[in-house]
Every structure is written in C-alpha cells, then in structure tokens.
C-alpha cells in the first residue's frame, strides 16, 4: 500500500515536472504584435498598453513587441490578417477595413451611413452582432478577445470645402483597401484610389492625390493640415472599429491562466483605447477640434439635409454590399442600431 502511494506519487510527480516543462519550452523568447499605426496615435499606443498590461499580468512571461507600420507584412496593412494565420504575426490589433478582404462580414463596418453615432458602434460591438463576427473570426482561426476603435472617419482635401458631392467631382482621393470604398467615392463623383497608409502619406505631400479619409485623431497625429489638407468635412459617413486578436497556436501554447491574463489585458486596453479614441471630438470635449482648426484648417459640418444627399447616392451601394456582408447580419446590426 505504501509502496504503491509512493509509486503513483511519484509518477504525478514526474508528469508534473514534463507538463511544467514542455509548457516553458513552449514559451517564446518574444510574440510580435502588428499594428498599422505607432505610438503617435490611440491605435499605437493600445498595442502598447496591450504589452504592458499582459507583462503585468503574466510576471513577465508573455513579452510583447509592438511591430507598427504593419512593418511585418512590408506595410501592406490588407495582407495582415493572412499573416495572422500563417504566424508571421502573433498577435495584433487590426481594423476592420484592413481585414475585410478575407473577412467579407467585416465590411459591415464600412457600409456608407449605417452608423450615426458613437451609441450605434457599441450597440455593434458590444451587441449580438460583435459575438457572431468574433465567431466568424474564430472560424477562420483567429482567436479575438477585445474592441477598440480607430474611429469616425471624416474626408480632408486640399482643394475646397466640400458639403456636397457635387464638390467633390473629379478629386482623386486616396481611400483604403476595400472595393467597398472605391465604389462609395465612384458613386460620389471622386476619382478614387486603393493605397495602403504607408503610400497615402507621400501621396498627400506630392499632390498626387488631393484628400482622404481618416479618424480625426489620426488627422491631427499625421499632421495632414501640414501636407495641405486645409479643408475637412465632418460627415461620419463610416466607423471602424478594432480588433484584439491572438494566433491560434499561440493561444493554445499558453496555460489557461496566461489566456486569461492577454484576454483581461485586451479588454482594459481595448476600453482604454476607445475613451482615447473618442476625446476631444464631441460637442462637450471639442479640443482635437479647435487645435485642428488653429492649424487654419476649414472645417464643415454637414445639415441634415446635405447628409441626406450623400445617403442616397450610396444608397445603391449600402444594398450592393449589404448582399455580400450577409442579408441576415446587415439587419441584424440596423435592428440593434435602431433599439440603441
Ligand atoms: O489606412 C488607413 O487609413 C488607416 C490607418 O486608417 C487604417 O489602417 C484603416
């Protein structure tokens, strides 16, 4: 009897010591973690408070490395989510445009006009909605944990005020990597043209392109009014929100309580980058604003009624792409934007 306890004790003993062992020799060195922006912006500097609030709460045994610029796929930021899956990167905070190439359901985000208002995004991502798009990215191996925002993304040109679309005939625009967006800017009467952030920035300076369309925060961060973006024109006409993900074999290297601690971690970090996301471009916190308009740029605010011409003439393709994303979704989030 007392030789057998010692035997089987012994034997969980050992076990032990392999599990304890294959876990640590399982753990990198580093994980890289992808973002299309640095630390200058609220995107960046989530990926940062991401690292340090998982190497808090792992004591150290989870390292992240922010990689910005999405310098591991060559700052081709629509090839990103591929390399999620491959493991060229390990971990990321991604917006929805950059994946709806592989994702089509992502492009529920970029509908032309579905969301008017901040309650409207959350009514998305923190609804029904947001659970069956992580399921769908659970589906295409991905593990996603948390939202964060890049934000309402407002359109600048260097030539006039636009608060028409009749004003923007002609502009060559630089817009991002979904045809979902050359078709709203065609439908417009723009000129548009799919590059990555890396290239837009040059293409702003040269004149090769005359606007754009980007969160406020990224305006200012980017200094845009100083590559002669001098006219901005607030039509919230889209949102994009970002994800916290992780690759899913190295998710499940992990213990079940380091998972726990990355997934804690998005989630304080992803709320974190929401608030910052969204500050100072309200009616009651309009600083981002007033600094952007100190740097001499004219800034348009659009009637309802002037709105209601940009809706209808991307109206055709809201149903066009409302085809694509999945008839069922697409109600299901204008159902929970209507009850917000
Ligand atoms: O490329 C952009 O415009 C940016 C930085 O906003 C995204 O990655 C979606």
Known sequence: MLRRTFMVATAACMMMVAGSTLAADAYRAEYRLSTVLGTAFPWGQAGERWAELVKEKTQGRINI??????SLVG???TREFTAIRQGV???AIGSTINW????????LFSLPFLMPDYKAIDSLTQGEVGKQLFKTLEQREVVPLAWGENGFREMSNSKRPVSSPADMKGFKFRVVGSPLYNETFSALGANPTQMSWADAQP???SGAVDGQENPLSVFVAAKLPTVGQKYLTLWHYVADPLIFVVNKEVWASWTPA???AVKQAALEAGKENVEKARKGIAASDNAVLKQIEAAGVTVTSLTPEQREVFVKMT??????WSKTIGA???????GAIAQR
């Open 65 to 70: 490395k922010l990689y910005p610029g999405t």
């Open 203 to 205: 293409a702003l300076a």
């Open 315 to 320: 109206r055709p393709v809201y149903e066009k």
């Open 328 to 334: 069922d979704l697409v109600k299901k989030a204008e």
């Open 75 to 77: 700052g081709d930021q």
């Open 258 to 260: 380091d998972r726990e």
């Open 100 to 107: 709806s190439p592989q994702v089509k359901e992502l492009n």
């Open 89 to 91: 990167i390990d971990l």
